[in-house]
């Protein structure tokens, strides 16, 4: 939840008209104030008076200056979705909004190395309090460019929020924006100084993605078709789910409270005590292990279909079965078993034979 509700209600309608004209006016003082009461309106407001208002905040973004409270408003906007709004509806201006200060703090890192002169010193912290005029200095360039940088560089991470509500509420979403943000996301992660990791996640999510699963113990083969699953624990679990509890391989099929906490459209309240037990050890093609901490997009494509070959688990393992979004529930659909001339090829492709 983005904000909790007060208890006063508020015009809403009439404060997002105010809020509207005042940008439309590039009245500074007048938005200020008009961007307060709609975000102190917006917190008391009902879920049916969200509904309309988070697309009229998020068609506002672009006309904000880049130097001011953006992400605050896109986490509004975001709000609204979690109450109801048409997520395809806010998903654009919130995206493009993410996608820009994503670029943006990387030309900050850039131009920081840049300026290092191969002395090597460490990027700055994200905190505002870094900002001074020896910073605008060191970035160069145009004055209010390098603000802009400087503040992106800041507050990227607040953008996290309201770009997980838009992705995982809407697979068109994602479909439409996600490759296109994800080189960005995992850039700036990379360099270990922000937290987007959930961001980076949701960039990554499969959907309708076919899947060959080759069962190594038993000589045999799968297609599986996955979509909305936020990790590979949660894969794991869908997968046994699938393939052991469909009594098409030996095994230990996961409970059934597992299987609805991967699977349920209604998310759990809360974090639960439910526990998975894991049934594989998923490997890649060559052997090197696929981690349940990492993704299902870990998972290497060969000749145009990504490839899983699931062997005998090394030891025991266990996880809560919360699945890694609440709001998006997982799938896995067995489409077809391979015949036997099917996984004898798919097996030239692993360091294994069948």
Not at 124 to 135: F, G, N, V
Request: glycine letters at 8%; proline letters at 7%.
């Amino acid at each position: 939840m983005i904000f909790r509700r007060n208890q006063k209600a508020a015009d809403l309608a009439a404060v997002m008209s105010e809020l509207e004209q005042a940008v439309a006016a590039r009245d500074g003082g007048r938005t200020e104030r008009a961007f307060n009461a709609a975000m102190s309106g917006l917190q008391s407001a009902t879920g049916t008076e969200c509904i309309p208002v988070g697309p009229r905040l998020a068609a506002l973004l672009p006309a904000f200056p880049p130097t001011g409270p953006r992400p605050m408003l896109a986490t509004m906007a975001g709000f609204c979705v979690e109450r109801g709004a048409d997520p395809a509806a806010c998903a654009e201006p919130v995206l493009d909004g993410t996608h820009r200060d994503l670029l943006d703090a990387l030309e900050f890192a850039r131009r920081w190395a840049a300026a290092a002169g191969g002395a090597g010193d460490e990027l700055p912290e994200a905190d505002e309090k870094i900002i001074d005029d020896a910073l605008m200095a060191r970035l160069g360039g145009e004055a209010h460019e390098a603000l802009r940088l400087a503040l992106a560089w800041c507050s990227v991470e607040q953008w996290q929020p309201p770009a997980l509500a838009v992705l995982c509420r809407s697979t068109e979403v994602r479909r439409r924006h996600a490759s296109a943000l994800l080189p960005a996301c995992r850039d700036l992660a990379a360099l270990e100084r922000h937290d987007l990791k959930c961001l980076a996640y949701a960039l990554a999510i499969l959907d309708d993605e076919p899947l060959v699963v080759l069962h190594r113990p038993t000589g045999t083969g799968f297609e599986v078709r996955i979509g909305g699953i936020g990790d590979n624990f949660q894969l794991h679990t869908l997968l046994a789910h699938v393939l052991v509890g469909g009594g098409h391989v030996p095994g230990t099929a996961p409970s059934a409270d597992s299987v609805r906490l991967a699977t349920d459209p209604e998310p759990a309240q809360g974090r639960t005590d439910a526990v998975a037990t894991g049934a594989f050890e998923l490997l890649a093609p060559d052997g090197e292990r696929i981690w349940n901490e990492g993704l299902p997009d870990d998972i290497p494509v060969v000749e145009g279909r990504r490839l899983l070959v699931l062997d005998e688990p090394m030891y025991p393992r266990s996880w809560n079965a919360d699945r890694f979004f609440p709001m998006l529930p997982g799938t896995a659909e067995l489409t077809r078993v391979l015949s036997a001339d099917e996984v004898q090829t798919w097996f030239t492709y692993t360091c294994w034979t069948s």
